[in-house]
Each structure stands twice: as structure tokens, then as C-alpha cells.
């Protein structure tokens, strides 16, 4: 109960958020510059390839990660300088105040970094009665504001020039203007004297280079070079994951780091600290410098099988950039201290479970973040297991159970799917949609139109709809998932005409049920492996070439998750690489190995456009599948402004997140109507049930439709 009423909490935070139009409006010009800038920045290199160096070296620093901090710190100590390891915030805060103690510091001046917001290092030294002043520009407002960051390059990218204007106004005590170059000649006045009187300088560091003790900070304002030389003792502190080899290795980072953080080909500045050089402020002393090294919960991850790949997050804050979540509510609800899906899963090791827990649920699972990253870390995957944790340690919510000891049982649960084709029948209409939501359960979903259970599953059908095929070219076995053998089994009729129409063998295993992703969203792992083998058993002597879906969510999850989820039982092992193996999306199947030909089809030249599902161009990396079908068949196809974005179903996501689910769908139907189409198509039916939905609600003419049906309507019949 205090589980839920926390949840009840966080998504009042997101629903104030959502009333900010400034920070939306904001967000969504950054995220739509960001996408074209960064694929310029990349654009003379192969990107995959880069990003697999990267990883490649990471993971090779942290099987030596004793070995390059011992290095590190023999190096660094023989050049000057002091290294130090604390083994948690507070000692890391307890080394600095007690360095800026014996140093007789009174004023400090920092430079930008994550990890002293990590440990709250700020606040401790004003306890101990030092003046600290952020000289990073989006830093220094935020502390004027008393706020945290909202990104983990661009602080504060959720204010507006307005708002730093008064902001400037108050602290100079004279009406400041609203232009920008103005605003920042400003805060140059304001912090050049901070500079002068600081007796320490605080850093963070990108890297640090074992083989030289050198440390590495990567900026695009001149701030860290004053802070790293002018003061009198310089204190940088950094997470130990920030260890690397040699100077090669940092470049290497360097290469991918401000490409896909900001888009740019190089940073302003980069800045090599090495050793103990005389000071800028008194001639003939040398400068006190001090290197903390923090673990605070690094170690833990370096130890997990699964978590130790968060080692390779290079903080370029990307996953932050092209979260549609994040566009909406901005890094003050879309993280702790870490902002992005990075945050959701920093947060639990780093600050504990507290604040992950609300946090961790906010992931639509669209993948957008995985796809971006630099360290290749498989950001929704992780969030989940952390989700999971969270509630294998404090236990289950009741719905989430409920639903597991359902879905585990396929005959309960497909009992309970034809039931409810009964109880629907006093809210049902005769257009496939329930005339009125029972709103004691859906009071926030009426953005959009629910379907009605169809009157005949699909597996009530096959029996009499399987084609004789003489000759067949292939052999496969159909995968349904819930939604279209009971709510759109014409999806998988209009997908039984086509093949047959291309001498395609089916078969249609009885005893598969729904793929386990839904389950899979609510961390119910141990479920999810259950349904997991009842499918992989009920296909596993089907003598087929391939396993075909209709829904890019089910073939994502069946292509990558099932391997995770059974890799316990050796026994299996070859079973599920085989069955991995053989499934595959409708649109690659029909493109890509029936190679469906225009004169296949009878073209009417109808103006459609297509919503590609996240699992289907990021999960299974299919872009151009479905585009070209469509043209084959002689639509005239038009590219919706991010077609590739999230809808905002995300499965259980919708009914968890609804405000948020709602702004999405928004959005991107009005992209859909900017292209003039007659229809939208796509690929997985829980975006047909989100976009046919929404539509309704508004009254538009524009169908939308599986990327099949569309296919089979216009097929020369043999």
C-alpha cells in the first residue's frame, strides 16, 4: 500500500511537470536538433564501430581495475600529487573538507561535476563554513536557484533566458536584459572576481590515465582551466570507472564523448592535468593537489555478471537527449541526482533503493537510449532488473502478482480473454470499440478509444483457415501474441492470406500464449520465464524455417529476451538458440524472403504514412522493410515527421503513466495528420490499439492499420 501511494506521489510530480509548456517546448527543440546535429557529427564515421572500441576497452579496464588505480596512483604521487580513496560519499566529502581544513581554504570556486552532485559535496563544505561558488555558467544558476541539475551536460536547459534574467536581476540588484550574450557577460563580472579569491579549485575529471597519473576534464567553457590553475590547492574528484589505461584509450572516449553528447566534433576544451606545477597565484610555490577517488557503490556494480557494463558510461548524457519521457517531465522527475536512464540505474547503487523505486517504472521501454549510447549498455534491460530487485527485496505489488499467476496459466488466461468477450457487451459499440470506459477503473484514459475483445480468437479460426500448400517454398510456424489472437485476429488472418498467396506452409501451435513482455514491464522475472518455456515448448516440434510475428514487441522479445530469461537451464540451451534463430518480423519476412514483387499487388496509389514501432527499428533494427512494402504495393508512401519515436503504449506503461502516454499519442498523431495521409500503418497491434485509439477519440478519417492488412487488401488474388 505505501508502494502505490508513493507511486500516486511521483506521478502528481510528472502530471506538474507536464503543466511546465516551457520546458517541453524546450526539450523538444533540443531532442529534434539533437538527431540531425549528432548524425552529422558522425557522419564520416562508423559509428558502431567506434562504440564497439569503446566497450571493447572498458570492459578490459575493469578486469584491472585494482591494477590501473595502483598505477594511477604511483604515478600521480611520484608527479605531486596526493591520491585518495574513499569508499562513500561521505568519506570522499569527509577527505575534501578535511583537505580545505588543513590547507587554511576559505573560499573554493568549482568547476562542473556529477560526481560532487553525487555525494552533495556542496553542502558539506558550506556546513563547514566555506564559501562555494559553480563557475560552469548552467551550474552556477542552479545553485542560485537552489536546484540540481536537469541534465548531466546542460543543467540548465530547463530555464529560459526570462528566468536567468531575473535570476540576475536579484543577485546584481540592478534589471538585467534578457539577451543571452548580455546575461552571460554578466555572470563573467559576477564569477571573475570568485576565480581571484578562491584559495581551492574543485574538479571532476573524464579521465584518468593510469600510465601517466594524468587526469582528463572535457569542457566547453574556459571555467576548469581557472579553477584546475589559478587557486592555490586544486581537489579533483572522480569516480573510480573513470580509470583508463593509456592517454589512446581516453581519445578514443574523447572521439565518441562530445559527438554524442552535444553533436559537436570536439569539445572547447580539453584539459591534461599532470602532476604538481607551480602555482598561477604565488610565484615559486608549488600547487597542492589532491585526486579523490570514489567508489560509493561502483564496486558492487563491477561485481555484477549483469551490471558491470554501466563501467563503460562515458557521461556523454545521450540516453537523456532521445528519451520521450525525458522531453516531457525534464531530469527533475526523469532522475535522483543522474539524470536519464543512466539515472534510474545509478541511482539505486548509488543512493539506494528510495530513490529508484518510482523512478525505475517511469521506462516506456522503447530503447531509444540503447540505441544511442556510446558504452553500448543495454539501458532498458537494466532498469528492469533493477525494478526487479527493488521488488524481490521489498516485495510485489498486487496487481503485478496477480497478473504473473495468470499469465502463467495459458488456459486460465485464455479463459478469462474469452470471458470477457461477455462481460464487455454492455459498453461495447458495433465499431470494434467500447462506447464508454467503466471510468472507477480508467478515469485517466479517456485519450483514446479501447478496443472490444473480438467475437472469435484467432485460434478459434485457424482450424478451418489453414491453406493447403502443394508445393511450399517455406515452412512456418505463426506466433499470434494476446492481442492479436483475441482482440485483431484479422491481423493474422489478412498475414495467412498473403503467405498462402507465396506458397508459404503455417502451422499455429495451440499452446502458445502471450509472449511475456507485459509481465517482463512489471518485473515479474521469475513469470516471465515461465511463460517463456511454455511458448518455447509449444513451438519446439514444429518443423518450421522460420517463426513469423506480427507484433515487432513479441518478435524483440522472443529474438533477445528469451536467451536471458532461460540461460539458467544448460538443458535448453540449443532449444532457444534455435528457436532465436527462426523468428523473425512479418515485414523482414515479407520483404526480405518472400521478396514480394509490384506485381504482386494492385496499387491504388493511396496516400499513407507509417509509425515504426520502438521494438521494431531499435529492437530488431528494421527500417526499411515496411517502407519499401508499401511503395511495392503501390501506396504513395510519405515520411512522418519522427516516425521512429515512441507512440506512448509501452504495454502496462499506458495504464501505469497515463498523462504521459497521452502527451506522446498526441504528438505523434499530429505528426501523422501533417503528412495529409489517408492511412497509418505500422507493425505491432499494441500501436494499432494506442494510434486507432487516439484517432477515434479525435474524430479523424485517417484508418489506421497493420502494415498486412494493407498489404493483403491490395494483393492479386491467385
Known amino acids: 500500500m ?3 501511494k508513493s507511486l500516486k506521489n511521483y506521478r502528481k510530480e510528472c502530471r506538474d511537470s507536464l503543466g511546465n509548456d516551457y520546458l517541453r517546448k524546450a526539450l523538444d527543440a533540443f531532442a529534434v536538433a539533437y538527431r540531425k546535429s549528432r548524425a552529422n557529427a558522425f557522419a564520416e564515421f562508423d559509428v558502431e564501430e567506434l562504440i564497439g572500441d569503446v566497450v571493447a576497452m572498458k570492459d578490459d579496464a575493469l578486469q584491472q581495475l585494482d591494477a590501473l588505480y595502483d598505477q594511477f596512483k604511483e ?96 543577485v546584481t540588484g ?81 572521439k565518441v564523448l562530445t559527438r554524442n553528447a552535444t553533436a559537436q566534433a570536439i569539445t572547447s576544451y580539453v584539459t591534461w592535468v599532470t602532476g604538481a606545477n607551480e602555482c598561477e597565484t604565488s ?96 539501458l532498458p534491460r537494466l532498469i528492469k532488473a533493477v525494478h526487479a530487485r527493488i521488488q524481490d527485496e521489498e516485495g510485489h505489488p498486487i496487481p503485478s502478482l496477480l497478473l504473473g499467476m495468470i499469465m502463467k496459466n495459458r488456459k486460465l488466461f485464455h479463459t478469462l480473454l474469452r470471458t470477457a468477450k461477455w462481460a464487455q457487451k454492455p459498453v461495447a459499440g458495433d465499431d470494434g470499440f467500447m462506447r464508454h470506459l467503466p471510468m472507477i477503473f480508467f478515469k485517466d484514459h479517456d485519450f483514446k478509444a479501447l478496443p472490444t475483445v473480438a467475437e472469435k480468437p484467432f485460434r478459434d479460426l485457424w482450424p478451418k483457415l489453414k491453406p493447403a500448400i502443394k508445393n511450399p517454398r517455406y515452412r512456418v510456424g505463426l506466433f499470434s501474441g494476446c492481442v492479436q489472437d ?27 500464449s502471450c509472449c511475456g513482455l507485459p509481465l517482463q514491464m512489471m518485473a515479474e522475472m521469475k513469470t516471465s520465464r515461465d511463460v517463456a518455456l511454455q511458448n518455447l515448448r509449444a513451438f519446439e516440434k514444429e518443423n518450421v524455417d522460420y517463426i513469423v510475428t506480427l507484433c515487432a514487441s513479441c518478435a524483440s522479445h522472443l529474438k533477445h529476451n528469451y536467451p536471458e530469461l532461460l540461460k539458467d537451464d544448460l538443458k535448453l540451451k540449443d532449444k532457444v538458440a534455435a528457436f532465436t534463430s527462426k523468428v523473425i518480423d512479418m515485414s523482414s519476412f515479407v520483404h526480405d524472403v518472400l521478396q514480394v514483387r509490384a506485381e504482386d499487388f494492385q496499387g491504388d496509389g493511396k496516400k499513407v504514412t507509417f509509425h515504426a514501432p520502438c521494438h521494431l527499428c531499435r529492437g530488431l533494427g528494421v527500417h526499411d522493410a515496411p517502407r519499401n512494402l508499401m511503395k511495392t504495393a503501390g501506396m504513395d508512401y510519405q515520411e512522418a515527421a519522427e516516425a521512429e519515436v515512441c507512440c ?27 503528412t495529409g495521409a489517408d492511412i497509418l500503418f505500422t507493425d505491432c497491434p499494441g500501436c494499432v490499439m494506442q494510434l486507432r485509439g487516439g484517432m477515434k477519440k479525435r474524430g479523424s478519417t485517417i484508418e489506421v492499420k497493420h502494415t498486412v492488412e494493407g498489404l493483403a487488401e491490395r494483393r492479386k488474388k491467385k
Open 2 to 4: 505505501q508502494e502505490a
Open 75 to 170: 604515478k600521480a604521487e611520484g608527479a605531486g600529487v596526493t591520491v585518495h580513496y574513499a569508499k562513500d560519499a561521505a568519506e570522499a566529502n569527509a577527505i575534501i573538507s578535511r583537505i580545505a581544513k588543513e590547507t587554511d581554504c576559505k573560499k573554493v570556486i568549482k568547476s562542473k561535476s556529477m560526481t560532487a552532485e553525487e555525494t552533495l559535496l556542496n553542502h558539506v563544505l558550506e556546513d563547514d563554513g566555506l564559501e562555494v561558488t559553480e563557475s560552469d555558467l548552467g551550474e552556477w544558476i542552479i545553485q542560485l536557484r537552489h536546484e540540481g541539475p536537469s541534465h548531466m551536460v546542460m543543467p540548465a536547459i530547463h530555464l529560459s533566458r526570462y528566468q536567468v534574467q531575473d535570476l540576475f536581476s536579484d
Open 174 to 254: 540592478t534589471r538585467q536584459t534578457d539577451d543571452i550574450e548580455k546575461l552571460v557577460k554578466v555572470a563573467r563580472r559576477e564569477l571573475r572576481q570568485k576565480f581571484a579569491e578562491a584559495d581551492m579549485g574543485i574538479s571532476g575529471a573524464n579521465f584518468a590515465v593510469a600510465e601517466t597519473g594524468t587526469i582528463g576534464i572535457v569542457t566547453n567553457e574556459g571555467n576548469a582551466r581557472l579553477v584546475t590553475t589559478l587557486p592555490r590547492v586544486h581537489v579533483a574528484l572522480m569516480g573510480i570507472d573513470k580509470l583508463v589505461p593509456t592517454i589512446g584509450d581516453a581519445l578514443r572516449i574523447l
Open 283 to 378: 610565484p615559486g610555490r608549488k600547487k597542492d593537489i589532491h585526486f579523490v577517488f570514489l567508489d560509493n557503490g561502483r564496486r558492487e556494480m563491477a561485481a555484477d555478471p549483469l551490471f558491470s557494463q554501466v563501467f563503460r558510461c562515458v557521461r556523454c548524457g545521450a540516453c537523456a537527449n532521445v528519451c520521450p519521457v525525458y522531453r516531457l517531465v525534464g531530469g527533475h522527475t526523469m532522475g535522483h541526482i543522474y539524470i536519464g536512464a543512466i539515472g534510474l540505474i545509478l541511482s539505486y547503487f548509488y543512493h539506494g533503493p528510495d530513490s529508484a523505486r518510482n523512478l525505475v517504472q517511469n521506462c516506456i521501454n522503447c530503447e531509444a537510449c540503447k540505441d544511442i549510447c556510446a558504452g553500448g549498455i543495454d
Open 486 to 512: 483475441f482482440v485483431y485476429p484479422e491481423q493474422m488472418v489478412a498475414a495467412v492470406e498473403l503467405f498462402a498467396d507465396h506458397d508459404v506452409e503455417m502451422s499455429f501451435p495451440m499452446k502458445q
Open 648 to 674: 506512448g503504449f509501452g504495454g502496462t506503461y499506458s495504464a501505469k503513466f497515463p498523462e504521459l502516454s497521452r502527451q506522446l499519442l498526441e504528438k505523434k498523431l499530429d505528426n501523422v495528420e501533417a
